[in-house]
């Protein structure tokens, strides 16, 4: 999945990415309101986790931006301020949740794995494609009874084929949503970790379920 980061301290934005980097999730960061709008509303992203007093225009106002635009990736919004009114201004102008800091990382972990269930997938606690499960809360994975240890990429890269069983996603999608904006790696660096997701869910197991779409991409067969 892929999230952007918008906080203008630099310590707080290190501590986000990585934290979230090693959750298994892709992390673009931006530090002002007019770069997380050029973010937002260029690229498809899974949530927003967004400090509400960046230079501006500030959080309240990206948010309002971002829905009048008609961008619904799921905000969780953070503040160091914990009145009721700004908590409600959050949640009038588009958040879905809100966050106060300090906060413990954990907590936001979890507000993000909840937030991200509520998509118009309408996404399940527990993704399941045949005999393949993979539960986002425990970061287990399963083919029948059999546990199978992935990478955070890995895990990630499954998880986004298994949130749309059947349909093909191109190269360019997984990159976007499994790796960062950023990301200046060799262009090959899907059909690398499909090949490691085939021999750790597939090929022990006597299946074919990730399936190469010529000229197209990678989907996951949900009858094979």
């Not at 993979?134 to 890269?157: I, M, N, Q, W, Y």
């Amino acid at each position: 999945m892929r999230v952007l980061v918008v906080e203008d301290d630099p310590g707080m934005t290190r501590m986000l990415v990585r934290g979230l980097r090693r959750e298994g999730y892709a992390v673009d960061a931006a530090a002002t309101g007019d770069d997380a709008l050029w973010h937002a509303l260029e690229h498809d992203y899974d949530a927003v986790v967004l400090d509400a007093m960046i230079p501006p225009p500030d959080g309240f106002e990206v948010c309002r931006r971002m829905r009048a635009a008609g961008r619904w990736a799921p905000v969780l919004m953070l503040t160091a301020r914990d009145a009721v009114t700004d908590r409600v201004r959050g949640l009038d102008v588009g958040a879905d949740d809100y966050l106060t800091k300090p906060f413990a990382l954990a907590e936001l972990f979890a507000r993000l794995r909840a937030l991200t269930r509520r998509d118009p997938h309408e996404r399940p606690a527990v993704l399941r494609v045949g005999d393949l499960t993979l539960d986002p809360v425990g970061h287990v994975v399963r083919r029948g009874e059999s546990e199978v240890t992935l990478s955070p990429k890995e895990f990630a890269l499954l998880q986004e084929l298994m949130r749309r069983p059947g349909e093909v996603l191109s190269r360019t999608h997984l990159i976007d949503h499994v790796w960062d904006f950023a990301y200046d790696g060799g262009s090959n660096v899907v059909d690398v970790y499909v090949r490691y997701l085939r021999d750790k869910v597939d090929r022990p197991f006597g299946r074919e379920t990730i399936r190469t779409v010529r000229g197209a991409g990678y989907r996951l067969d949900p009858t094979a």
